[in-house]
């Protein structure tokens, strides 16, 4: 039996799992990230683990078709390299699947975007069956997404499709500049990160806010978990942001389903965490500006939780 390792890292875990050739997870396992790592530290992080993970099952290198890494990163896919990782600032310009092929030389090793592989496995066992075309978008702490087409994911020219929460809606107005550098992109709208920021600058302006007292007047405190809590207590700055958030998504959407003609599109991420309310504002908003009502769109909910990512990985090495 030829087994399959994926391995999904994110900006504070690294989640590993082993697929027998029926696809089923046999072993998983999860380490913290240090994301202060650099490539050298980073790929003595992977070999460790994955030493560990051969011992734990009392397999060998011999025993695995190969392993997948999908990064939260701008990923070159062809050359198998981490061109840079916004939340591990020094994990740039890293030759990972060289790297790793001096230590895993018998194993086929595949590199990616985080936000790729979700879509792979959403696509093929997820919220995204049957569908030719679909985006999954993940939002969190950040705006990524993986495009499908034609029953295929889509990396682009360099590697890199799919940052679309760096798109530009309102250029330079956005009140927020997001890490890109710009300000005005959907990212300084609907991010996790960005709606804090969001509510720290309108209570720092004078507005009253329940807010302000969950993080005990430390502003800088505040997370979209807060402001998803103080929604449920009708804090008005809460909903406002929440609302926020469905309008520019659903903005998002429009744009994609109206430039590339997609008709699915799957959301994950912490911020669904906002429930149907920013969903029921997302629809609101599409059927606001969409005039093909003759053309079904479908906003769906990701399925796979946090198996997503070492699924996708998986799904490259068949």
Do not use: W
């Amino acid at each position: 039996m030829k087994y399959r390792l994926g391995v999904d890292i994110g900006g504070t875990k690294i989640a590993y799992g082993v697929f027998d050739e029926a696809g089923v997870i046999v072993y998983k396992h999860q380490v913290a990230t240090d994301a202060k790592s650099d490539p050298g530290q980073f790929t003595r992080t992977i070999v460790r683990d994955v030493n560990g993970i051969f011992e734990a099952l009392n397999l060998k290198q011999d025993d695995f078709k190969g392993m997948a890494l999908g990064f939260p990163s701008y990923v070159d896919f062809e050359r198998g390299k981490v061109v840079f990782t916004s939340n591990m600032p020094n994990l740039r310009q890293y030759d990972a699947r060289d790297a790793l092929k001096e230590h895993f030389g018998g194993m086929d090793i595949i590199i990616d975007n985080d936000t790729n592989i979700a879509a792979i496995a959403e696509h093929a066992h997820g919220a995204g069956r049957g569908f030719s075309h679909m985006l999954y978008t993940a939002v969190s702490t950040g705006i990524g997404s993986g495009f499908i087409i034609n029953g295929q994911i889509y990396r682009g020219a360099y590697g890199g499709a799919g940052e679309s929460g760096h798109m530009i809606v309102t250029p330079e107005t956005g009140g927020v500049v997001c890490g890109c550098g710009n300000e005005g992109c959907f990212m300084s709208y609907a991010a996790g990160s960005m709606i804090a920021r969001h509510a720290k600058n309108v209570i720092l302006k004078g507005e009253e806010s329940v807010l302000s007292e969950m993080v005990g007047g430390d502003l800088d405190n505040i997370t979209a978990e807060h402001i998803n809590t103080a929604c449920g207590m009708d804090d008005a700055l809460a909903l406002r942001l929440r609302d926020q958030i469905g309008y520019y998504l659903g903005i998002y959407i429009y744009n994609f389903f109206i430039g590339v003609n997609l008709n699915c599109y799957v959301l994950g991420g912490g911020m669904l965490n906002f429930g149907q309310p920013l969903l029921d504002k997302i629809e609101e908003t599409l059927d606001r500006f969409n005039h093909q009502k003759d053309q079904a769109i479908y906003i769906k909910q990701a399925e796979l939780g946090r198996d997503a990512g070492i699924i996708g990985a998986a799904e490259l090495l068949k």
